[in-house]
């Protein structure tokens, strides 16, 4: 992968700001859009729009096949069994939440337990600790080591009988620990749970095949991984999705509706109440088939290379401190001594260097690592080892410039 040419088709990134280059380093926030992506929405608002499902006219069918076929897309690039275990939501909270209060408030009860991680996105803590609140379970936390890794032992220990819901992210969205998901699945069947992954910062950027995994529900969002906003996927075994209620209600998800009872389409329509994001689906499988054009093994490749040279180059910048494992994805988390990350943030902004700083939407993480904030950089299949460099330069600059200061 030519990541110089890659990034030659994301219209996005040829331009300055602030008078300098840009070099987008946020890409676990939101990824940029190729112009293929851009030009399927463009397309479907321009040539096809219309409703699907329900008329019989020309646009209607070409919409509703677009739409369609993007979840077959899904299907395949997930490794799904069946389109019918494809449900399209807004995105990774919405499709964790319907979890939750569908089968979570039907399946936990007083006593029973459900496990996490310290290391969490808030959308895979709050769901958890409403259904808790609302049923009398116990919210327990997997142990972090000191790396922010996850030990297999502690898996063991945390799980018990009582276990319902085990609900871990694949990647972190801080520490770029890439966790067992596998074998912490194994461990919950082992033990009667259900395995839920958040899979927002590993969907985008290595392969996911959730039969392999043999998680029972998988989160994803398109926007991190080069598709439009507003759109994401809930993956889960169609047995646990046919005895789910819906938790959005009214038209598209109906088959019937009388004064006083109606009943519900099958799946996996019966989880998408309302018009759909049918734009955005059409986007999401145009972002599908330019990543598996360049191919997920060659991404992940990429990255973890631009993570290995970033740390080799942070390291030899003095007053650094960089969280989480040796072995990571392409996230580089950090801050720098004595001045605080949003000033970090803003210095190289000025540079044209996009990064994220504050608490990552991870606060339970932030109180783990003894921190308020931190700055991160995080990579993806259009960035180069010049930018890298640029970054590194930037870190230096944004020290110099503080250490006057004080």
């Known amino acids: 992968m030519n990541a110089h040419e ?30 293929s992506v851009i030009e399927a929405v463009d397309a479907y608002y321009r040539g096809y729009n219309s409703n699907v499902h329900r008329g019989v006219h020309t646009l209607g069918t070409r919409a509703t096949d677009g739409y369609e076929g993007a979840r077959e897309k899904v ?32 399946n936990v009860s007083e ?46 220990e945390t799980i018990t009988e009582r276990t319902k819901i085990v609900s871990v992210m694949h990647v972190s969205n ?16 082992r033990h009667g749970a259900i395995m839920v992954v958040d899979g927002a910062q590993s969907t985008p950027h290595m392969k996911v095949d959730v039969q392999d995994l043999d998680c029972d529900f998988f989160a994803f969002s398109s926007h991190k991984m080069c598709g ?18 819906p938790v959005e209600f009214g038209g598209e998800m109906i088959d019937f509706v009388d004064l006083y009872e109606s009943t519900w389409k099958e799946l996996p329509w019966k989880f998408e109440g309302g018009t759909p ?15 598996e054009e360049i191919g997920l093994d060659e991404i992940e490749k990429h990255e973890h290379e631009l993570a290995h040279y970033a740390m080799e180059q942070l390291s030899e910048v003095d007053g650094i401190t960089i969280y989480g494992p040796k072995e990571r994805a392409g996230i580089i988390t950090f801050n720098i001594d004595d001045v605080h990350p ?23 993480l932030m109180k783990w690592l003894n921190v308020s904030a931190t700055a991160r950089a995080s990579f993806y299949l259009y960035n180069t080892k010049e930018e890298i460099d640029t970054f590194v330069k930037g870190l230096v600059t944004t020290k110099e410039y503080f250490g006057h200061v004080f």
Not at 77 to 105: C, D, H, M, P, W
Not at 228 to 239: F, H
Not at 350 to 355: L, N, P, Q, S
């Open 6 to 35: 890659v990034r030659k088709l994301f219209p996005i990134l040829h331009q300055e700001v602030n008078g300098k280059p840009l070099v987008y380093l946020d890409s676990g926030a939101t990824s940029q859009k190729p112009a």
């Open 75 to 106: 299907r395949a690039f997930i490794n799904a069994k069946s389109t019918q275990e494809i449900i399209f939501t807004r995105g990774t909270t919405t499709s964790i939440n319907t979890v939750a209060a569908s089968y979570g408030l039907t």
């Open 111 to 156: 006593g029973d337990e459900i496990v996490i991680t310290p290391m969490e996105h808030h959308s895979n803590i709050i769901p958890w600790q409403q259904v808790a609140k609302k049923t009398g379970a116990t919210l327990k936390y997997i142990p972090l080591q000191a790396d922010g890794t996850i030990a297999l032992a502690d898996v063991e």
């Open 174 to 189: 801080v520490l770029g620990t890439i966790n067992p998901v596998k074998e912490i699945a194994a461990i919950a069947h």
């Open 228 to 245: 439009p906003t507003g759109i994401g996927v809930l993956y889960g075994k169609k047995a646990l999705l046919n005895a789910m209620e």
């Open 277 to 291: 994001i049918i734009a955005g689906a059409i986007g999401l499988g145009a972002a599908i088939d330019f990543l």
């Open 342 to 364: 949003h000033d970090v943030a803003t210095v190289l902004d000025a540079e044209g260097i996009a990064v994220r700083a504050g608490h990552h939407c991870a606060q339970p």
